[in-house]
């Protein structure tokens, strides 16, 4: 039996983006080709296409950003879209204003797409579901990081990342370093990884941060737990860390940082025993002498800039696709 999908119309078309679970390798591709032309608007004299000209994009930051919130302002400006970020700490959500009555009050200023990242699990499901149970379905959803689930545009900018760089998923060995239990960039990371043909997928990390049903995450994902670093980290074409998510973490399951850095902080001893050309990705923002050392965190084979960079048109991608459907969820 066909699972229903939300984000998708009944042509099989994103209508929303909520997480990469569920799209296809299709779906993951045509966002990353259509990503790439608009890497050469950054380029011009005129950074602007007139692709969601009109349209009005809200920013709805429930929880902090520096990256996404900045980036996909960015994206929109320069799909000449109006962008208004929301304050929430200024809105009336601080006086009570429950999430789907605060979305109620911007549609109703003829909002056309909502960017969403909140600390709950689900909540721009939620906000898509009632707009479609509302007859509003013209409004679009763009999952900007919720809880520990999802954070879609991340993960397809660290896809395009790893295609600029290394063109072809399936030769590659990936490793994940780090906090895999609390993070919503892994878990995107890993769906989108696994979907595009990745045929070695490492999850690193210790015990408490990796548990061993670790490697069932992901129905038929090819996915190796090694709580051993150095057995992770061998041989490895892109090394992914992540941050240790403390505020997601309920009582200490580390013993202290300096001994997660001695064992889990990618040094260059520890690095060098990826391959020569392996590259190193972080998602920001970035714990150094945590989880990352500096030399590498600064060092020639660290592509962690470009990320932030490339998240510009993955982000222009996902909101011309978007603007450009319509019709009700699956
Ligand atoms: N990668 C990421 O989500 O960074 P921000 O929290 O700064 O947006």
Same mark, same amino acid.
């Given at each position: 039996m066909?699972t229903a999908?939300?984000?998708?119309n009944?042509?099989g078309?994103?209508?929303?983006?909520l997480s990469?679970?569920?799209?296809?390798?299709d779906?993951?591709?045509a966002?990353?080709?259509?990503a790439?032309p608009?890497?050469a608007?950054?380029?011009r004299?005129?950074?602007?296409?007139?692709?969601?000209?009109?349209?009005s994009?809200?920013?709805?930051?429930f929880?902090?950003?520096?990256?996404?919130?900045?980036?996909?302002?960015?994206?929109a400006?320069?799909?000449?879209a109006?962008v208004?970020?929301?304050n929430?700490?200024?809105?009336?959500?601080?006086?009570?204003?429950?999430?789907?009555?605060?979305v109620?009050?911007?549609?109703?200023?003829?909002?056309?797409?909502?960017?969403?990242r909140?600390a709950?699990?689900?909540?721009?499901?939620?906000?898509a579901?009632?707009?479609?149970a509302t007859?509003?379905?013209?409004?679009?959803?763009v999952?900007?990081?919720?809880?520990?689930?999802?954070?879609?545009t991340q993960?397809l900018?660290?896809m395009?990342?790893?295609?600029?760089?290394?063109?072809?998923?399936?030769?590659?060995?990936?490793?994940v370093? !780090?906090?895999?239990?609390? @993070?919503? /960039? #892994?878990?995107s990371?890993?769906?989108a990884?696994s979907?595009?043909?990745?045929?070695? =997928?490492?999850?690193?990390?210790p015990?408490?941060?990796?548990?061993?049903?670790?490697?069932?995450?992901?129905?038929?994902?090819?996915?190796?737990?090694?709580?051993?670093?150095?057995?992770g980290?061998?041989?490895a074409?892109v090394?992914?860390?992540?941050?240790?998510?403390?505020?997601?973490?309920?009582?200490?399951?580390?013993?202290?940082?300096q001994?997660?850095?001695?064992?889990?902080?990618?040094?260059?001893?520890?690095?060098?025993?990826?391959?020569?050309?392996?590259?190193v990705m972080?998602p920001?923002?970035?714990?150094? !002498?945590?989880?990352?050392? @500096?030399? /590498? #965190?600064?060092?020639?084979?660290a592509?962690?800039?470009?990320q932030?960079?490339?998240? =510009?048109?993955v982000?222009?991608?996902v909101?011309?696709?978007?603007a450009g459907?319509?019709?009700?969820?699956q």
């Amino acid at each position: 039996m066909k699972t229903a999908n939300p984000q998708l119309n009944e042509h099989g078309e994103l209508i929303h983006l909520l997480s990469i679970e569920g799209l296809s390798r299709d779906i993951l591709h045509a966002i990353l080709d259509r990503a790439a032309p608009f890497t050469a608007v950054a380029e011009r004299e005129v950074k602007k296409v007139p692709l969601l000209r009109g349209k009005s994009v809200f920013n709805l930051f429930f929880e902090n950003s520096t990256r996404t919130r900045t980036t996909f302002e960015i994206a929109a400006k320069r799909l000449s879209a109006d962008v208004i970020n929301l304050n929430i700490n200024t809105s009336s959500a601080a006086k009570g204003e429950s999430l789907l009555d605060t979305v109620d009050n911007l549609a109703a200023m003829q909002a056309d797409m909502f960017v969403v990242r909140h600390a709950a699990s689900g909540a721009p499901y939620l906000i898509a579901q009632h707009l479609a149970a509302t007859g509003r379905n013209h409004i679009h959803v763009v999952n900007a990081g919720d809880g520990r689930h999802s954070h879609p545009t991340q993960g397809l900018l660290d896809m395009y990342t790893i295609r600029h760089y290394k063109r072809d998923f399936t030769q590659l060995t990936v490793a994940v370093v !780090g906090d895999i239990l609390h @993070s919503r /960039v #892994a878990r995107s990371q890993l769906h989108a990884l696994s979907t595009l043909g990745v045929p070695e =997928i490492r999850l690193v990390g210790p015990q408490t941060l990796l548990p061993t049903y670790a490697a069932q995450m992901i129905e038929n994902a090819p996915l190796r737990v090694c709580h051993d670093i150095s057995e992770g980290l061998r041989g490895a074409d892109v090394v992914m860390t992540l941050r240790l998510q403390n505020e997601r973490m309920n009582g200490a399951l580390l013993p202290s940082t300096q001994e997660y850095f001695k064992s889990y902080g990618l040094t260059p001893e520890k690095l060098a025993l990826a391959k020569p050309d392996a590259i190193v990705m972080h998602p920001g923002p970035m714990n150094r !002498g945590v989880e990352i050392d @500096s030399s /590498v #965190a600064d060092g020639c084979q660290a592509v962690i800039l470009p990320q932030v960079t490339f998240g =510009i048109a993955v982000r222009m991608a996902v909101m011309s696709m978007l603007a450009g459907t319509s019709g009700a969820g699956q």
